[in-house]
């Protein structure tokens, strides 16, 4: 079975993660746990990413 497309809710298929990282901290300065959190609370339900690939 094929995945779904989410791209239209991660920012197309050129966004990375650390675009999505760079744009939350542009909102306002955070540490890697607030990111972990925001991130979370935001898109974890289109795009999951854990606590190790954020620090990664």
């Given at each position: 079975m094929r995945k779904p497309d989410m791209s239209a809710y991660t920012g197309g298929p050129g966004m990375s993660l650390r675009h999505a990282l760079i744009g939350l901290l542009a909102e306002q300065p955070a540490s890697g746990w607030d990111l972990t959190?925001?991130?979370e609370d935001l898109l974890g339900t289109v795009w999951p990413a854990g606590h190790p690939?954020?620090?990664g």
């Open positions: 959190r925001r991130f690939q954020i620090y």
